[in-house]
Each structure stands twice: as C-alpha cells, then as structure tokens.
C-alpha cells in the first residue's frame, strides 16, 4: 500500500463527503478510491469511515486522524513549493489587499527594491477603506493591523508592530499650547477616527505613562471631541501637518514627519496603544513562488519580530 496516496485519497473523501465525489476529484475510478480507504484503514486497524447505503460519516478516530493527516499533506506541499521555488523563475501577477496608509507609507516605498529583485512579478493591490477588515479569500496576501490574528483558516506572518502616536503641528502647539497630561486633551482641537463597533470605540481609550505604568482613562466630561473625524489615516496627517489639530496616527506614517519636523509628538510620556501588523495568506498549502516571495521579502523589510521599527528610529 502506497500510505501518502492512501491518505491523499482519504483527505480528499473528507472533502468531498462522498466517495463518488472523491473519484470525480481525483480523476480515478470509484473502486480505486474504496480500495485504498479500505486498505488505510486496515494498516491502522481502524475504522475511519462508517458507510451507510445513503451517506458517510467520519468516525471519532477518522476525524483525529484526519486532523493529522491534512496537517502533514500541507507540510509536504510547503516542502515541494520551496524545492521548487529555488529552481524556477518567480514571475505572474501577485493579488494584494492592504490598508491604504500601509500602502501608502510602507508598501509603494519598498516596492522598487521587491521589483529589481523579481521584475517577473506584476502587483494589482486592493486597498481597504477601515483597517481589520480581515483576510480576503481572493487575495494571495492580505495586510492587517491588530492586536492578534484574527481567528479562521489562514496563515499569519508578523511583519512588525506598530504604535499609535499622538501628533501636531509645532505652530499648532505654538498658538494652543503642549499638553502634559491626558486630560488637558480635552482643550485641544482632535482628529480622531469614528467609534466602528469590535473595532474602535473613543470611550475605551486609556493612556499608559512609558516610565512608571500609571493608567489614566479620561472620564466623559474630560473626553475631547473630534473637531474632524474619518478613517482616512491620510487625511488626518495631513490636517495636522496644515495645523487643524492634535492626530493619533501609526507610527509608520508619521516617523518621516518627526525627522523633518513637521510635526511634534504631543504627551510623548504617555502610550495609547500599539497593533501588530500582519501579513496573511488563506492558506499553506500550494503557495506560488511569487506569494512566498512577497511574504518572505515582507518579513526581511520590516522585521519580523515584535517591535516598532519606526518608533525605535525615534528614541
């Protein structure tokens, strides 16, 4: 008995949920698929599929089993798709779904580098309207921020970790002044996204102090009130860099900013909060080589590891 193929065939009935469907599936006759099933089953010395004359049902051992064997059937295909990939020339087009700030800050910067090194490659990038929207089946790569990968069948690399700043012009905090503690927000001029249920919500918002871990969250009274609100992470920086008032922004689009001066970090002394950001595919097995380029090239651009690049060019 030929095992692997045995549990391909196996792998490929629990899929189907028939074994007519299986043989469709794989192209064999459906004695073929019965015989190996059967013959699996007696190497194991273990039902793993009770028949009836109507339908199928895996049994406990064949659905544990069958936990096992999708996970080493992924495995071999990782293993082929790199042997692979080191012998062929990477090339075709790559679906990207991203964040537009994260496009626009992060991704078209690094993009010239990613092309001198595939030039075979072609991008289409679809950009998101609200961060965390989640993994998009239809994309080879989709870009998420959060505090964790989200829950569902995909593989999640961890490009780096973001922090999210509070920022302002210096003329802006020239006419107004530069608060020193959270509270004090409440007398300045904020552009702040919009509550989005499980997403963001202003009245959960707490300040950390960086060095002795005090937690400050603002009662109602003392809350600012947006004087703009939107989830256009571009249109916010940009309102702060003119002078329209105090932004919470991403590290990574505002990095260039504070180099340049033009704008100033406000309550530098105290942390919002921070989101990883995540680079996912919908699943790990049969990755072309030019998916498995981006992530790896991805991961080398921006790290990898659990930390704010950005952030620590600052301090």
């Given amino acids: 008995m030929d095992q692997l193929r045995a549990m391909q065939v196996f792998a490929q009935v629990a899929e189907a949920g028939s074994f007519a469907g299986a043989a469709r599936a794989l192209n064999l006759a459906p004695a073929v698929v019965t015989r190996q099933v059967a013959e699996l089953e007696a190497h194991l010395a273990a039902r793993l599929i009770q028949r009836t004359t109507r339908l199928m049902v895996l049994t406990d051992v064949g659905r544990q089993y069958l936990t096992r064997v999708r996970a080493i059937l992924a495995d071999l295909a990782d293993a082929d798709a790199e042997a692979s990939a080191t012998v062929r020339v990477v090339g075709g087009r790559l679906a990207m779904r991203a964040p537009p700030a994260f496009a626009t800050h992060q991704l078209a910067v690094m993009l010239p580098r990613f092309h001198e090194r595939y030039p075979a490659v072609t991008l289409t990038l679809t950009l998101d309207g609200v961060v965390g929207v989640g993994v998009d089946e239809g994309q080879d790569i989709t870009i998420i ?19 999210v700043i509070l920022c302002a012009a210096p003329a ?13 927000l409440a007398q300045h001029q904020m552009l702040t996204p919009p509550p989005v249920p499980g997403i963001f919500d202003p009245a959960q918002i707490r300040f950390i102090h960086r060095r002795d871990g005090t937690v400050v969250q603002p009662p109602s009274h003392t809350r600012p009130k947006p004087l703009l609100s939107t989830w256009h992470t571009d249109t916010n920086l940009v309102a702060a860099r003119v002078g329209l008032g105090v932004a919470g922004l991403p590290s990574f689009t505002v990095a260039g900013d504070f180099r340049a001066g033009t704008l100033e970090r406000v309550l530098p002394d105290w942390r919002l909060f921070e989101n990883t950001i995540w680079a996912c595919v919908p699943s790990r097995q049969h990755l072309p080589a030019r998916t498995r380029a981006m992530l790896d090239f991805l991961v080398e651009t921006f790290g990898g590891e659990d930390r704010d690049p950005w952030l620590a060019e600052l301090d």
């Fill in 145 to 163: 921020w959060g505090p964790q990968p989200l829950a569902g069948e995909f593989v999640a690399r961890r490009l780096a970790r973001t922090e």
């Fill in 172 to 184: 802006y905090l020239d006419r107004h002044g530069r608060p020193t503690h959270p509270t004090e």
